[in-house]
């Protein structure tokens, strides 16, 4: 079964400090793939990324960067920088194509950049 | 431009009273997914839709109940609100095997 840990439950910067998110997964399934999302307050969910198995290339997206690794079942992400608007909770999800590309959440990591 | 649009934002109804939640979206993508989310947790999958073919989870209560009568437009239907069932209720689609993307939700109050 699949499954996704977010270990830490909130974290609290201050402005212009960098931030890792981690994240840990589960799967049997050979193709799969991890997303990241951001929930501000307003509440919807904003798709930041999609990275497949196949894929242990870094990426790299303005302050955002994130990390993929097989060998631990890690994909870490980073705000570099950190501003008040990135106060938000983020999600780490995964799919298995043998699931049917249902998407399993983290918990979730609330992250409070204070000025 | 909105591309998952969800109405109402807010909604209140009576323990018991029927309520329907809508969803639209202007990317023709072939699956939709309704998710509850209740505070401080992550979002829990309904159902889905991949085009017309209905999946329910197995955990998902049969007070819940969904239609999509075409591609752009999938309801979420609860035939007796409980107050258990307070949440905020998320729309999203994707094209199959791609990712998901979310609407603004509806927050769903019960009294």
């Known amino acids: 079964a699949q499954k996704v840990t977010q270990a830490q439950t909130e974290i609290s910067v201050v402005e212009k400090e960098d931030v890792t998110l981690d994240c840990v997964y589960e799967t049997r399934d050979t193709t799969y793939y991890l997303f990241w999302y951001k929930q501000p307050p307003s509440g919807e969910l904003v798709f930041l990324i999609r990275?497949?198995?196949?894929?242990?290339q870094n990426e790299i997206s303005g302050r955002y960067s994130w990390n993929f690794q097989k060998s631990t079942s890690s994909f870490n992400f980073t705000i570099t920088a950190s501003q008040v608007v990135d106060s938000a909770v983020y999600f780490c999800a995964l799919s298995e194509e043998a699931a049917g590309n249902k998407l399993t959440f983290g918990g979730g990591t609330r992250v409070l950049v204070k000025p | 431009d909105a591309m998952v649009i969800q109405n109402p934002r807010y909604q209140v109804t009576q323990f018991g009273k029927p309520v329907t939640l809508s969803c639209s979206q202007t990317?023709?993508?072939?699956?939709m997914y309704w998710y509850q989310q209740k505070s401080s947790q992550a979002p829990k999958l309904l159902f889905h839709y991949y085009d017309k073919d209905f999946n329910n989870e197995a955990d998902t209560p049969d007070n819940f109940q969904s239609r999509r009568p075409n591609t752009s437009f999938c309801f979420l239907d609860i035939r007796s609100p409980g107050l258990g069932d307070a949440a905020m209720y998320l729309c999203?689609?994707?094209?199959?095997?791609?990712?998901?993307?979310f609407g603004p939700g509806t927050r769903l109050t019960v009294t």
């Open positions: 990317l023709n993508h072939n699956v």
């Open positions: 990275r497949n198995s196949f894929d242990e």
């Open positions: 999203a689609t994707a094209e199959s095997g791609y990712e998901q993307y």
